[in-house]
């Protein structure tokens, strides 16, 4: 469940802002495939995809933290790279806090971790 935000997700941006082509040369590459029956239409692609998630080093117990995804690509026309696509998904991380009172069964108390080289 995605969180209310003052921002409007997804984020979608058209035009380039340095020469005003509106195509992307990864997007253009998809849409030709898709035209061909290659590939299924409704993805989304780009020469980059960047992974955020927003969290707190300080409260790694906190569980779900709200994660960016933005799409880079490459204008066909002045190839400058932009983002064209931001979405956000609020993702339920892994981390359980053992309880610091109760030893947990199986696990050995007082060993470190191993980190040792080979
Ligand atoms: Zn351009």
């Known amino acids: 469940m995605v969180e209310k935000s003052q921002l409007e997700f997804p984020m979608d941006w058209g035009k380039c802002p ?3 082509e509106e195509r992307c040369v990864a997007e253009t ?11 299924n239409p409704g993805s989304k692609s780009a020469m980059v995809q960047a992974l955020v998630a ?3 080093v300080l409260a790694p117990h906190i569980r779900t933290v ?5 799409y880079i690509d490459a204008c066909v026309k002045c190839g400058a790279a932009r983002f064209i696509h931001i979405d956000r998904r609020d993702t ?3 981390v359980e806090m053992p309880n610091p009172t109760q030893p947990q069964p ?13």
Do not use: N, S
């Open 54 to 56: 927003i969290t707190d």
């Open 106 to 118: 199986g696990v050995p108390q007082g060993v470190p971790p191993f980190f040792g080289k080979g």
């Open 92 to 94: 339920l991380m892994g």
């Open 29 to 39: 590459v998809r849409l030709e495939e898709e035209a061909k029956g290659k590939i």
């Open 18 to 20: 340095y020469c005003g």
């Open 66 to 70: 709200p994660t960016l995804i933005g």
